[in-house]
């Protein structure tokens, strides 16, 4: 991709957001065109103007829209992390790919203050989590909108991913991904 694309970021993508997060998003991997190419999570991806345009919506970000990792976009109190930190081959990580990029999201999710909340966005990101924290995989089933109380007092709740696919074939609406969203907020936001 870095000799087609020489301009592009072609290195793993940071995390992007607050670093006192209550609430952390995690991805699936960075896209061939999106994340990729900008070197910030769900940026330049169709994915990510759904994303994007729900934490505006929900007060969790500065605009509607992300244009580049140099963009004066701000998150509030969230953050947004990929299971997987550089591109994939054939832009479909492979468990080797999440079980070696694993070690950073041990160190994403060992910073989040106690009761914060992890969003997955799909069964990768959900089962990355789980591995991050030496959990059984089938003592906590991936489903969209499932709530998980994990021993370590963080709670993990689910989504499909917000992808192109997802999205036109009505697997995941506009309105079921608004919803699950507003639900992390309120989890992660309560007092």
Same mark, same amino acid.
């Given at each position: 991709m870095r000799a087609k694309f020489p301009d592009y970021h072609n290195r793993p993508v940071?995390?992007?957001g607050d670093p006192a997060a209550r609430l952390l998003i995690v991805g699936l991997a960075p896209g061939a065109h999106g994340a990729n190419a900008s070197g910030r999570p769900f940026t330049g991806d169709f994915a990510g103007q759904l994303l994007y345009r729900s934490l505006y919506e929900l007060g969790l970000a500065s605009a509607a829209e992300s244009l580049s990792a140099h963009d004066k976009l701000r998150?509030?109190?969230c953050r947004?992390? &990929?299971a997987v930190k550089c591109l994939p081959p054939a832009n479909r990580p492979t468990t080797e790919e999440a079980d070696t990029c694993n070690?950073?999201?041990v160190a994403e999710l060992a910073g989040l203050s106690g009761g914060s909340v992890i969003f997955a966005l799909g069964g990768?990101?959900?089962r990355a989590v789980l591995r991050a924290f030496s959990l059984k995989l089938s003592a906590y089933p991936f489903g969209h909108d499932r709530l998980h109380t994990l021993p370590s007092g963080?709670?993990?709740i689910d989504s499909y991913h917000c992808s192109r696919? &997802?999205?036109q074939t009505k697997r995941l609406t506009e309105y079921m991904f608004i919803a699950v969203m507003q639900r992390a907020q309120a989890l992660a936001f309560e007092r």
């Open positions: 940071p995390p992007f998150l509030h109190g947004i992390t &990929n070690a950073y999201l990768i990101a959900h963080h709670r993990l696919y &997802n999205t």
